[in-house]
């Protein structure tokens, strides 16, 4: 049996928390929460962006079923996911 990996912890940058505050329809809550489970489970997951030599390595986890968009960056050591904007 494969050893078992610890979720990544999952954080929000201030622009995202508002975003997430301003998301009211539980349906809308309930595929973000999907999402942001799958990106934990396995934060490389997501399409890597283009970097910018003014911004981190961003990657873009699309969820066409639940019509969910995550932009987030991953920490060095994999073990935090930092949301940088919500799309639902």
């Known amino acids: 049996?494969?050893?078992q990996r610890?979720?990544?912890r999952i954080?929000?940058?201030d622009a995202a928390a508002k975003q997430l505050e301003s998301?009211?329809?539980e349906v809308e809550l309930h595929a973000l929460d999907r999402a942001l489970v799958v990106i934990s489970v396995d934060p490389e997951i997501g399409e890597q962006?283009?970097?910018t030599a003014d911004?981190?390595?961003l990657r873009q986890y699309t969820d066409d079923v639940e019509s969910v968009r995550v932009l987030y960056f991953v920490t060095a050591l994999r073990t935090v996911v930092v949301v940088a904007y919500i799309e639902t």
Request: aromatic content about 6%; proline content about 22%.
């Open 23 to 25: 998301i009211s329809l």
């Open 55 to 57: 911004a981190p390595a």
């Open 6 to 8: 610890r979720r990544a």
């Open 1 to 3: 049996m494969p050893p």
């Open 11 to 13: 954080v929000f940058s």
């Open 49 to 51: 962006l283009p970097a």
